[in-house]
Every structure is written in structure tokens, then in C-alpha cells.
């Protein structure tokens, strides 16, 4: 899957901006 550790933290850190911007677009009573 990734080649690197650079690759897993660079993908983790993607993941991480994506679902942080993600959540703070939801409706205030939508989340989890």
C-alpha cells in the first residue's frame, strides 16, 4: 500500500484535514 512512512503520514494527514473540514461544515446537532 504506501512505499514510505512519509507516504502513511502524508495520506493520514489528508484524511485528517479532509474529515476535520468535513465536521465543521455539519449542522451544530448533526454530530456524532
Do not use: A, C, D
Amino acid at each position: 500500500p504506501w512505499k514510505s512512512v512519509e507516504s502513511l503520514e502524508w495520506e493520514t494527514q489528508k484524511w485528517v484535514t479532509w474529515f476535520n473540514h468535513q465536521r465543521l461544515l455539519e449542522p451544530i446537532g448533526n454530530r456524532p
